[in-house]
C-alpha cells in the first residue's frame, strides 16, 4: 500500500539548512530561513530567556497536562504587548498558546473554514507555508499582488481585493516585516486598508509573526490594531519565535476578537477542539519561559532591550545595502525602506543556483534573503556577487 505513495520535494526552505550545513566553504554565508544572527554570526539565547528558563527549571513543580489551550498564563501576559495596554476592544479578545506561529495559522484558517469561510485572499508573493497550510486544510486561494515592482506594497490591489471579496472571504494579511518581502503597508494605508474591511465585511486574518523586528513593539502592531478597531471579528496569528528567539521550542498564539464577549465561549470550544485533534496540547517549555519574563517587570525590560539590539543591527544592514544601490542589475535602495528579517531581491532561480554554487551564498529560490544572516564581515562579499551573477 505504502508503495503508491508520490514521493514529495523536501520542504524547500528548511532543505536549504543542511545543504548549507554540508558545504565545506569557509566563507559561505547563510540567508536561508529565518532565524536572527548576530554580527559575528550567531543566534544566541536572549539573556531574558536564558534567565526565565533557569527560574522555570528551579520552580517548575509538575509537568502534568495543562489542556489544548496551553499555558494561559502566556497567552494573557502577551495580549498588552499585542493588542496594546489599554485597548478598549480587549474584552472581546481572547487567546489560546499554539505550536508557533504555523499552529497559529492553521488553526485560525481551519476554524474560519468551520465558520463558514470559503475562499482566503492572500498577496503574492507570501510565506510558502501560507498556502501549504491552506491546501492541506482545503481552503481555496485568491492571489492578488502585495507588492510593485519598485519595491512599495501595492494599496490598489489589497483595496480591490477587500472591496471585491464577496460573502465568506477572508483576507490573510501580514501583520509587520512581510515574509518573504519585508514590505509593508504604511500607518496611512493599514488605515484605508481597516476601512476597507469594515465596510466590506471580508473576514481579517492577521500574521502577525515578527513584532518588534520591524520598527518596534507598538509600531509593529499599527496595522493589526486599526483593523480590530475597525471591524467586528478577526483572528490574529502570533509567534514569539522570531522575538524571543525561541524558535525550536514552537511558541505562538491564537487571539479571536468577536462581536460580543458572549461569543468567546463558542469560539474557543471549536477552537480547542480543533486543537485536540491537531496536536492535543502545545509543547509547555517555552510559552512558560516567555510567561515568565512578561510576568516580571525587570525580565521584560531586558527582553525588550535586546529585541531592540536586534532590530537595529537590522537596520543597520539595511542601510548599508541601500546605500550599495545598484548591484549588476538589481536596485538594492528599497531594502533600507522595508522591514524585518527578509526582503526578496529581483533574482532568477538559476542566479540563485550560480549565488550558491558559485559563491557560496545560500537563499530561498525565490530570492528571499535573510538581512540577519550579513555582517560587517561578508556583506561586501554579498553585494559583488550579486553584482557578478545579475551583470
Ligand atoms: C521562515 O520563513 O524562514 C521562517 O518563518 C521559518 C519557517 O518556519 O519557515
Known sequence: MLERLTPQAPDALLALIKLYAADPRPDKIDLGVGVYRTGQGDTPIFAAVKQAEQRLLDEQDSKS?????????????????????????????????????????????ALAQ????????????????????????????????????????????????????????????????????GIDYTPQQWDAIADALAESGAFPIIDLAYQGLGHGMEEDAYGMRRVLGAVPEAFVAYSCDKNFGVYRDRVGAFYAMVRESGDLDKVFSN????????????????????????????????????????????????????????????????????????STLPVTPEQVVQLREEHAIYMAGSGRINIAGLTAGNIDKFIGAVAAVTS
Open 65 to 109: 497536562y495543562l489542556g489544548p489551550e496551553g499555558d494561559m498564563g502566556f497567552v494573557n501576559a502577551l495580549m498588552p504587548h499585542v493588542f496594546g495596554a489599554n485597548a478598549t476592544m480587549r474584552g472581546r479578545i481572547s487567546g489560546m498558546q499554539t505550536p508557533g506561529g504555523t499552529g497559529a495559522v492553521r488553526l485560525a484558517v
Open 114 to 181: 468551520r465558520a463558514g469561510v470559503e475562499k482566503l485572499h492572500l498577496g503574492k508573493p507570501s510565506w510558502p507555508n501560507h498556502a501549504q497550510i491552506l491546501n492541506d486544510i482545503g481552503l481555496d486561494i485568491v492571489w492578488f499582488e502585495h507588492a510593485r515592482s519598485d519595491g512599495t506594497a501595492n494599496l490598489e490591489a489589497v483595496l480591490d481585493t477587500i472591496s471585491g471579496a464577496g460573502p465568506n472571504a477572508a483576507v490573510l494579511l501580514h501583520g509587520a516585516c512581510h515574509n518573504p518581502t
Open 271 to 342: 477552537a480547542n477542539a480543533l486543537a485536540r485533534a491537531a496536536w492535543s496540547m502545545p509543547p509547555d517549555h517555552g510559552g512558560a519561559v516567555a510567561r515568565i519574563v512578561l510576568r516580571d517587570p525587570a525580565l521584560t525590560e531586558l527582553w525588550l532591550d535586546e529585541l531592540t539590539q536586534m532590530r537595529e543591527r537590522m537596520r543597520q544592514v539595511r542601510e548599508r545595502l541601500g546605500a550599495a544601490g545598484i548591484a549588476g542589475s538589481v536596485n538594492l535602495a528599497p531594502l533600507a525602506h522595508q522591514n524585518g528579517l527578509f
